[in-house]
T-cell receptor
Framework: EPEVTQTPSHQVTQMGQEVILRCVPI?????FYWYRQILGQKVEFLVS????????KSEIFDDQFSVERPDGSNFTLKIRSTKLEDSAMYFC????????????FGPGTRLTVT | DAKTTQPNSMESNEEEPVHLPCNHS???????IHWYRQLPSQGPEYVIH???SNVNNRMASLAIAEDRKSSTLILHRATLRDAAVYYC?????????????FGKGTLLTVNP
């Protein structure tokens, strides 16, 4: 069964450093998402991406965040200057098209900012 | 997005049916009802969705009230692997991004 993969599984970084979280969505999917989950809290939507551009972003997704689909297979989330409060699980998801289509989530990357 | 209300937690015994309720009294006619679950230390996982009629798939059944103001996710025989947080999410069909707005969900504990 096809699956969304994410690397690394755990990333430790120092405050102020840049991090790039990588995702490989399912190959025939058209919509891509990033969500995050701070420990013990709800899963929060960050951004959706379609047709090589951001289609929607949340208030959390400020200028420190960016997304890219550099080569038609990878989907990346970059945080330019990490803060302590960016520590969370980051989940990538993808889906094919319509409202009836389920979102497939990756296993997540645990980001720890020290 | 319309709001849903779920119990914070529920408990079940292995191999017994589980009925997980969700209230969505402000649902609009164009909102689909989606259920996802999150097993410990994993990403969310799709379970089932419906609009008006009851739905069945290999994982679960979804019973939707006639007025659509509530729904119930039914796990016919709970296993230990079904222990997870279950999320009831309304999705507006008139949009396009179909982002998921997660609440706190219901933490299901399955006793052996």
């Amino acid at each position: 069964e096809p699956e969304v993969t994410q690397t690394p599984s755990h990333q430790v970084t120092q405050m102020g450093q840049e991090v790039i979280l990588r995702c490989v969505p399912i190959s025939n999917h058209l919509y891509f998402y990033w969500y995050r989950q701070i420990l013990g809290q709800k899963v929060e939507f960050l951004v959706s991406f379609y047709n090589n551009e951001i289609s929607e972003k949340s208030e959390i997704f400020d200028d420190q965040f960016s997304v890219e689909r550099p080569d038609g297979s990878n989907f990346t989330l970059k945080i330019r200057s990490t803060k302590l409060e960016d520590s969370a699980m980051y989940f990538c998801a993808s889906r094919t098209g319509g409202i009836k289509d389920e979102q497939y989530f990756g296993p997540g990357t645990r980001l720890t900012v020290t | 997005d319309a709001k849903t209300t779920q119990p914070n937690s529920m408990e079940s015994n292995e191999e017994e049916p589980v009925h997980l309720p969700c209230n969505h009294s402000t649902i609009s006619g164009t909102d689909y009802i989606h259920w996802y679950r999150q097993l410990p230390s994993q990403g969310p996982e799709y379970v089932i969705h419906g609009l008006t009629s009851n739905v069945n798939n290999r994982m679960a059944s979804l019973a939707i009230a006639e007025d659509r103001k509530s729904s119930t996710l039914i796990l016919h025989r709970a296993t230990l692997r079904d222990a997870a947080v279950y999320y009831c999410i309304l999705m507006y069909s008139g949009g396009s991004n179909y982002k998921l707005t997660f609440g706190k969900g219901t933490l299901l504990t399955v006793n052996p």
